[in-house]
């Protein structure tokens, strides 16, 4: 049904920066929530930003300041620009997308596969 592929992670020194891509194809009406979530080792996965279909935004506190959260809707991609970054943001980020396959259903949630952010010296 759909599908979401990420991109973008990798291995970056404390400071840098990062921009992570999460594209859904499939069959899909419209998209609502789109968000990013991450899973550090030994950790439950968090949030870490959400951008509604309206453009909203709602980030953790950690990444406050450090991390944009934005979508393309025409391209169903969600991005996660991140900067400064720390080796606390070291994890598995995921991203999530809220998908309307038809008119008249109800939102179903699909998760990406998951890219390594890794911040280290």
């Known amino acids: 049904q759909v599908q979401l592929v990420e991109s973008g992670g990798g291995l970056v020194q404390p400071g840098g920066s990062l921009r992570l891509s999460c594209a859904a194809s499939?069959?899909?009406?419209?998209?609502?929530?789109m968000g990013w979530y991450r899973q550090a080792p030994g950790k439950e996965r968090e949030l870490v930003a959400v951008?509604?279909?309206?453009?909203?935004?709602n980030y953790a506190d950690s990444v406050k300041g450090r991390f944009t959260i934005s979508r393309d809707n025409a391209k169903n991609t969600v991005y996660l620009q991140m900067n400064s970054l720390k080796p606390e943001d070291t994890a598995i980020y995921y991203c999530?997308?809220?998908?309307?396959?038809?008119?008249?259903?109800?939102?179903?949630?699909?998760w990406g596969q998951g890219t390594q952010v890794t911040v280290s010296s």
């Open positions: 951008i509604d279909s309206g453009g909203g935004t």
């Open positions: 499939g069959t899909i009406f419209r998209i609502e929530a």
């Open positions: 999530r997308q809220s998908v309307v396959l038809r008119l008249g259903l109800l939102e179903s949630h699909y």
